[in-house]
């Protein structure tokens, strides 16, 4: 029978290196992030990291991976109203900025091109699906529902952390959160909505 004190410990631990290790890819990237740093954070050693998670990469896959589960259940799309879906996008990226510079990093390093992540491992099928019933229904303008949905995405990233314009944060004012919303919501009703 195994001890559930030790099965909580080692929940515990796992949970903190994740965490930690979250913030620390988030900063440095896949190539700049020390083990050393996480483990020391994390109160714990390099063997039960490797235990847990086989290598720095398995350690990033796991956490990216979480990261794309977060924002789709999080953040779920209603594809009849894109425009709202892209406002909760860009409200989530102002809760978690670390999601959005994880999936950078994971596009600089890992996958200059093409989707990405791995076909095997996309989450966007029930998007895809929702988006194409929107265009069969007449609410969401025609064309192939990937396109739709990365315009809409794009929109909704206009401020995000990971802007070559401007990286919008939590700590700005409400009432620029609120005209960046309206200007956001306005546009994708715009650019993909039909009514």
Request: without cysteine; hydrophobic residues 45%.
């Given at each position: 029978?195994?001890?559930?004190?030790l099965?909580?410990?080692?929940?515990?631990?796992?949970?903190r290196?994740?965490?930690?290790?979250?913030?620390?890819?988030?900063?440095?990237?896949?190539?700049g992030?020390?083990?050393?740093?996480i483990?020391?954070?994390?109160?714990?050693?390099?063997?039960?990291?490797?235990a847990?998670?086989?290598?720095?990469?398995?350690?990033?896959?796991?956490?990216?991976?979480?990261?794309?589960?977060?924002?789709?259940?999080?953040?779920?799309?209603?594809?009849?109203?894109?425009?709202?879906?892209?406002?909760?996008?860009?409200?989530?990226?102002?809760r978690?900025?670390?999601?959005?510079?994880?999936?950078?990093?994971?596009?600089?390093?890992?996958?200059?091109?093409?989707?990405?992540?791995?076909?095997?491992?996309?989450?966007?099928?029930?998007k895809?699906?929702?988006?194409?019933?929107?265009?069969?229904?007449?609410?969401?303008?025609?064309g192939?529902?990937?396109?739709?949905?990365?315009?809409?995405?794009?929109?909704?990233m206009?401020?995000?952390?990971?802007?070559?314009?401007?990286a919008?944060?939590?700590?700005?004012?409400?009432?620029?959160?609120?005209?960046?919303?309206?200007?956001?919501?306005?546009?994708?009703?715009?650019?993909?909505?039909?009514?």
């Open positions: 029978m195994v001890d559930q004190s099965t909580a410990r080692g929940a515990a631990t796992r949970d290196i994740v965490e930690v290790a979250t913030r620390e890819f988030a900063e440095h990237g896949i190539a992030a020390r083990i050393e740093r483990v020391d954070a994390a109160r714990t050693n390099k063997a039960q990291l490797y847990y998670f086989g290598s720095k990469e398995g350690l990033f896959d796991a956490i990216f991976s979480g990261s794309l589960e977060r924002i789709v259940n999080v953040v779920p799309i209603d594809a009849t109203d894109l425009a709202d879906w892209a406002v909760r996008l860009y409200d989530e990226y102002l978690r900025p670390d999601l959005i510079r994880l999936a950078t990093w994971a596009r600089l390093e890992r996958r200059p091109a093409g989707h990405l992540v791995e076909d095997a491992d996309r989450l966007d099928d029930h895809l699906n929702a988006i194409a019933e929107a265009q069969a229904a007449g609410t969401v303008r025609p192939d529902p990937f396109d739709v949905m990365a315009m809409v995405i794009a929109m909704s206009a401020w995000s952390p990971v802007s070559n314009v401007y919008a944060t939590a700590e700005e004012p409400p009432e620029l959160h609120g005209r960046r919303r309206d200007l956001l919501r306005e546009s994708v009703r715009s650019a993909v909505m039909t009514r």
